[in-house]
């Protein structure tokens, strides 16, 4: 059965960060909609051109259009052992359709994990952000800077600010997730399947209290659901 997660929490709560991680110690793919959706943003895709005025001011992009991506991505063969998402389900309705998904091919969920994080800490994480232009690499200007101002370590790209990392839509965004997307913790607690983490240790705390909490033992280099 392959290994099926979900990673939650607010905007800046590291969900992109544990993900990778996780990702990297359970080979599996993370999958993260905000990162595909800006990758068809910046190709300048039709669907990039439809998903932009939403992400701009913060809102979500039309349900339709993410479950679509979703799903054709699910079917690629990395999928096959399993996957960790990452800004998605983001809404009941992304939520019941993933569900008929996993159902048509015959997969289920494993357990849903949730970040906390207080809001005014993820407004500091989140304005604080950039990123690196060539190879992604995260960084904070206060808690994690680079060696060089806005030159990443690893490959010397510039670093950049996401243009919803910007004060005035951070607001808008910890707004919707309240008010869609935190209901969703509900759903998956109904169902037994949600385990809720504090965010906000170091990188490795937490990725080490994801890995109790979601119920996956590594015992040496080879990890085991339980
Ligand atoms: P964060 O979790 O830090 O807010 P993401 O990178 O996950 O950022 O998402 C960035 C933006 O992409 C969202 O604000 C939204 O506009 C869009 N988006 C990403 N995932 C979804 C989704 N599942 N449903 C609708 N919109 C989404
Ligand atoms: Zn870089």
């Given at each position: 059965m392959p290994l099926n997660l979900i990673l939650m929490g607010p905007?800046?709560?590291g969900k992109g960060t544990q993900a990778s991680r996780l990702a990297a110690r359970l080979r599996v793919p993370a999958i993260s909609t905000g990162e595909m959706l800006r990758e068809e943003v910046k190709r300048g895709s039709v669907l990039g051109r439809e998903a932009k005025g939403a992400m701009d001011r913060g809102a979500l992009v039309p349900d339709a259009l993410i479950v679509a991506i979703i799903e054709a991505r699910l079917?690629?063969?990395?999928c096959a052992r399993g996957f960790i998402l990452d800004?998605?389900?983001?809404t009941v309705t992304q939520a019941e359709a993933l569900d008929r998904a996993l159902q048509r091919f015959g997969w289920s969920l494993h357990r849903v994990g949730s970040l906390n994080v207080p809001s005014d800490e993820v407004v500091r994480r989140l304005s604080g952000r950039r990123t690196c232009r060539d190879c992604g690499a995260p960084y904070h200007v206060e808690l994690e800077p680079p060696?060089?101002?806005?030159?990443?370590?690893?490959?010397g790209g510039a670093l950049l600010q996401r243009d919803d990392d910007h004060e005035s839509v951070i607001a808008a965004r910890l707004e919707v997730y309240a008010r869609d997307t935190a209901p969703l913790l509900d759903y998956y607690r109904d169902r037994g399947l949600l385990a809720e983490i504090d965010?906000?240790?170091?990188h490795d705390d937490v990725l080490a209290a994801l890995l109790a909490r979601l119920n996956l033992q590594t015992s040496g280099p080879t990890l085991a659901a339980s």
């Open positions: 905007p800046g709560a079917q690629r063969e990395d800004g998605f389900p983001r060696r060089r101002d806005d030159t990443c370590d690893a490959c965010g906000r240790g170091k």
